[in-house]
């Protein structure tokens, strides 16, 4: 299969965010956005606290305090990522609006992209892949999840790479 060539690259931010529920797809479209346009990906869960990989082991929710540590980690690493990657895209599930605010705002010309799947298909890739959030843990942690009112919304509901690479051009293809 060849890889997509786009015309023009020039609208793409430069500083990318996905976010979205556990098992919408944010890792798998980061790889492969990253991997056919040149950004480097990283995956913020890699600096989860511990107290937060203690609630997910026990299925229990975070707290605000949890999140709020976190995502002051998580904003002084995308300032040390930024720094070295001149296209840097992050993933994180970031559940609540308010902290993508405030990554948002300490993070100019950052673009947050909101990861969606149908629900159905979430439940069965959290089955499949059978890693620390459960499908069990998943639906349980479901009613923190902040859904955004704008920006822009990628959905992961097709098994083509091809695709998903093409929705994801045009959520900026019309971008100055």
Known sequence: MAAHQPTSQDNLPQLLFFFGL????????????SARLGYHCYDLDADCTPGMRQAIAEGAPFTDEMRDEFFAIVSQRIGELKALYPKLLVMQAAYKERHRDLVEAQHPGLR?????????????????????????????????????TSGPRLVNDVADAEQVLARFLELFATEV
Not at 131 to 145: G, K, L
């Open 22 to 33: 556990a098992g919408a797809g944010k890792t798998y479209c980061g790889n492969l956005i």
């Open 112 to 148: 947050l992209v909101w990861v969606d799947a149908p629900d159905e298909l979430i439940a069965r890739r959290l089955h499949a892949r059978g890693d620390a959030v459960s499908a069990q843990y998943a639906t349980r942690i479901r009613a923190n999840f902040q859904t955004p």
